[in-house]
């Protein structure tokens, strides 16, 4: 073998790794194994070691890992404490975290008290100077308190620093002239300016996304040093990638210092896997929708493009599907925008005050996992409702090397559902699932109505190792016509890191009126950007040829609390009607989210932006041998009882093997087809076909 690339997704219940041949597109292997939460690298490296030859790693060319340790730092995940973090900001501003804005997450709750501010009071310090709105210096920076904080920083044990002032967006000088003294200070330090992580205006979120990134560096760069040098232990010195929130990768040293870009690295992968299919298959609308161990997590690709927001709350509590403003800290930052809930294979059925049933938010996770697991664990989850219903092997997962025991999950549903609720265990089971696939159906209806969308237009395109199950009753819930399962659903996020281009993106305030701008010279303005993007593109190892840039601007009507992020592809900006081909664009998508515009007043500008891209080469999806509408007779293993709603019972149900349907093939539902990393339902009233790449398309009879 030539060439090597591996995809690294570590999820909440399993660990899944994809190892594909750069030349050929070929998967050379994929493994789900469970995931070690103590120790994330320890079922990597393991795993690689057992199914990587001393001469494939030297072969290994890159590295793609989606984690999700910035996300559990702020979620208190064991193991995972706060280093000690300081902030210094403008003199009056010392209290900016606390006083946040005037938002609750809980509006009638009398008791309700804001998230705690991720820096206590006595760690955050003044410092006497004025920058203006329009970056002029009106009061000079003090230098003289530096070196008491210099002091405490020694006394107290300080291991990050977030320097966040007043109007920085508009002049960095204060700024850099204290983070060059503390570098030179304190030489083991972690910094963060406000200039280089979020150069906006609004000094809270401004102040918060730095503060959030400073907390992040000290744990993250750890982590990262940590699996480079377990990689290298085992012979694999092959540059690491990390995916980011914004749906692109950047090198590990990149990340380092910008770790708050990758708290929401892990759900990302999902969404540009499903971009690129998107692509391949030339779709113009897609619903990512990927349900894994702990949680479910939904997504749109329009038009080949997948949307991006730069509203995220950190730690935030989320109801049904949505963050609750106000309820976490706020980070300034691209992000997918994604719709998340509690609802994966792990997530615990029980039976709250008022004997009602409930499922999630609280998932068995990996240790010990589902009552089925036979590890102990004794709570009831979606994975043991399937397994009931007679859904899954009762033999085992993962083409049976993973044992199962389906008397303890009836077990756990007899003791903590069926009793309580004075229901058989079936009938149970078939709650459960039900009520699972309600909660999903509103991150399905997030992610389009409430965005202006028609779910009704979309294909949905499901994966993780739950994803197949139930994705049918999804689609009948938002009547969608038609469901794509990938050809390795279960590992489909993984293979989604090999799928993505490198990305970094840079910000410049501008806050002028559409029409007063002088276009020629924001022009130039794009241009530093790019500059910027091209340099670290270039210090990433990407040529000239495969570094591309994509220009972005945030508008608003003048007035207005939050901007819209249009894209300004096609449009060239020496053009006269540049003007009005942006402004067509913001009524366009103000029309589309809020259902009106306001043709009379004014638009403003408030940031450009730029994505600079380190393009990829990707992977190919390979052919499969071609057969007849009626698969061969290997294909179907066995036939075993599944429950199904349109019968109101069992039924005895054909099980295929997905390994050996053959393109064309057809099989109509009720079915179940099995495979390594997940099991596919296909009820009575759909069918599912084969085409020529393996993938399956589940329709409607």
């Not at 793609?64 to 000690?84: E, M, R, S």
């Not at 779709?283 to 749109?300: H, Y």
């Not at 709570?379 to 083409?399: F, K, Q, S």
Request: charged share 25%.
């Amino acid at each position: 073998m030539s060439k090597i690339s591996i995809g690294i997704d570590i999820g909440g219940t399993f660990t899944d790794i994809i190892i594909q041949d750069k030349e050929t597109g070929l998967i050379y292997n994929q493994v789900k194994v469970s995931t070690t939460p103590k120790k994330p690298e320890e079922a990597i490296i393991n795993s690689l070691q057992e199914q990587l030859s001393d001469a494939d790693k030297v072969n290994v060319q890159q590295l793609y890992h989606a984690t999700t340790i910035a996300t559990n730092a702020f979620l208190g995940q064991v193991n995972l404490d706060l280093p000690k973090t300081i902030l210094i900001t403008t003199k009056g501003f010392r209290d900016v975290l606390e006083i946040g804005r005037q938002r609750r997450a809980s509006l009638y709750d009398f008791f309700f008290e804001r998230p705690t501010p991720i820096v206590p009071r006595k760690y955050r310090f003044e410092i006497d100077e004025r920058i203006n709105a329009q970056g002029e210096i009106i009061t000079p920076l003090k230098e003289n308190k530096l070196a008491n904080i210099s002091d405490f920083i020694k006394t107290e044990g300080i291991q990050s620093i977030a320097i966040s002032l007043l109007h920085s967006y508009k002049n960095a000088i204060h700024e850099q002239k204290i983070k060059d003294y503390f570098v030179k200070k304190h030489k083991d330090l972690y910094l963060s300016a406000g200039f280089e992580v979020s150069p906006e205006h609004r000094e809270f979120e401004r102040t918060s996304t730095t503060t959030i990134n400073s907390v992040l560096m000290p744990m993250v760069s750890r982590y990262v040093k940590s699996l480079v040098d377990s990689f290298k232990k085992i012979g694999i010195s092959a540059p690491m990638f990390i995916m980011q929130s914004s749906g692109g990768v950047s090198k590990s040293e990149q990340v380092q210092q910008l770790p708050v870009s990758i708290i929401e690295s892990g759900p990302s992968a999902g969404v540009v896997a499903s971009c690129f299919l998107a692509s391949f298959l030339d779709l113009s609308r897609i619903i990512s929708f990927d349900m894994g161990g702990t949680t479910a997590k939904a997504g749109t690709v329009v038009n080949q493009s997948i949307t991006l927001t730069s509203e995220y709350e950190v730690g935030g509590d989320v109801h049904s599907g949505r963050i609750t403003k106000g309820s976490g800290y706020p980070a300034r930052f691209p992000f997918i925008d994604l719709a998340e809930i509690s609802s994966g294979g792990g997530s615990i059925a029980w039976v709250d005050q008022g004997n009602a049933l409930r499922v999630g938010p609280i998932s068995a996770g990996a240790d010990p996992g589902p009552a089925c697991y036979g590890q102990a664990g004794e709570d009831p989850t979606i994975t043991d409702a399937n397994l009931v219903l007679g859904r899954l092997n009762p033999e085992g997962l993962l083409n049976k090397t993973f044992k199962i025991y389906p008397e303890l999950a009836e077990r756990s549903i007899l003791k903590k559902i069926a009793e309580p609720l004075k229901l058989d265990v079936i009938e149970s089971a078939l709650g459960i699932v039900k009520i699972a696939n309600n909660n999903m159906s509103r991150i399905l209806r997030i992610v389009t109505v409430e965005r202006g969308l028609d779910p009704r237009e979309f294909i949905l395109n499901a994966f993780g190792g739950a994803g197949p199950l139930h994705a049918c009753a999804l689609a009948e819930e938002l009547k969608i016509n038609e469901i794509i399962i990938p050809n390795n659903p279960g590992l489909f996020s993984a293979m989604g890191l090999l799928f993505t281009d490198a990305k970094h993106t840079y910000v410049k305030s501008i806050r002028k009126k559409l029409f007063d701008i002088d276009y020629s010279n924001l022009e130039q303005e794009y241009q530093v950007l790019e500059k910027q993007g091209f340099t670290v593109l270039t210090e990433e190892g990407f040529k000239t040829k495969n570094i591309d840039h994509k220009r972005f601007v945030d508008l608003r009507y003048i007035g207005q609390g939050f901007e819209l992020l249009i894209s300004l592809e096609g449009i060239a900006l020496q053009e006269e009607s540049c003007k009005d081909q942006v402004l067509k664009r913001f009524n366009e998508k103000h029309q589309s989210i809020y259902g009106y515009i306001l043709e009379e007043e004014e638009v403003e500008m408030v940031n450009i932006r730029v994505n600079s891209l380190g393009l990829i080469k990707k992977p190919r999806l390979v052919k499969i041998t071609k057969g007849t509408e009626k698969p061969i007779e290997e294909a179907q293993l066995t036939t075993r009882e599944v429950y199904f709603e349109e019968f109101k019972g069992f039924k005895q149900t054909p099980i295929f093997s997905r390994e050996k349907l053959l393109a064309k093939n057809e099989i109509k539902g009720p079915a179940i087809i099995e495979q390594y990393d997940t099991t596919t339902v296909v009820p009575p009233n759909w069918k599912a076909s084969v085409d020529s790449y393996g993938l399956i398309h589940i329709t409607r009879k």
